[in-house]
């Protein structure tokens, strides 16, 4: 089975750079989607970026927030996807979460921002952006 771990998260300033990973074990990530979703305290668990990894090609989609600031990537070798996040704003501070969808249609990153289709989850990391 899946198993997903993030890690890298922590205290930066406004206008910084902070990049977390989401690791994966039991399986490649080769067959899947994965999704990078956060959550402030107090606010529903919503979907920022979408990677489909099952396609060549590895499609993605984003929203507008974090668009042009946030870019997703992976490591084939450390079968472990990243989340770069740069230009950070204080309403950027939340616990992020990676997800992941097993055998994804192709246009699955379309509609990949919610998260009740993802079947696995990571246990999140703490971002706060702060001065």
């Known amino acids: 089975q899946l198993q997903l771990v993030e890690s890298g998260g922590g205290l930066v300033q406004p206008g910084g750079s902070l990049r977390v990973s989401c690791a994966a074990s039991?399986?490649?990530?080769?067959?899947?989607?994965i999704g990078w979703f956060r959550q402030a305290p107090g606010k529903e668990r919503e979907g920022i970026l979408c990677?489909?990894?099952?396609?060549?090609?590895?499609?993605?989609n984003s929203v507008d927030s974090v668009k042009g600031r946030f870019t997703i990537s992976r490591d084939n070798a450390k079968n472990t996807v990243y989340l770069q996040m740069n230009s950070l704003k204080p309403e950027d501070t939340a616990t992020y979460y990676c997800?992941?969808?097993?055998?994804?249609?192709?246009?699955?990153?379309?509609?990949?921002?919610?998260?009740?289709?993802?079947?696995?989850w990571g246990q999140g990391t703490q971002v706060t952006v702060s001065s």
């Open positions: 039991g399986s490649t990530l080769d067959e899947y989607a």
């Open positions: 997800g992941a969808h097993w055998s994804p249609y192709p246009n699955f990153c379309t509609n990949g921002f919610d998260k009740g289709r993802y079947d696995y």
């Open positions: 990677i489909n990894l099952w396609y060549p090609g590895s499609t993605t």
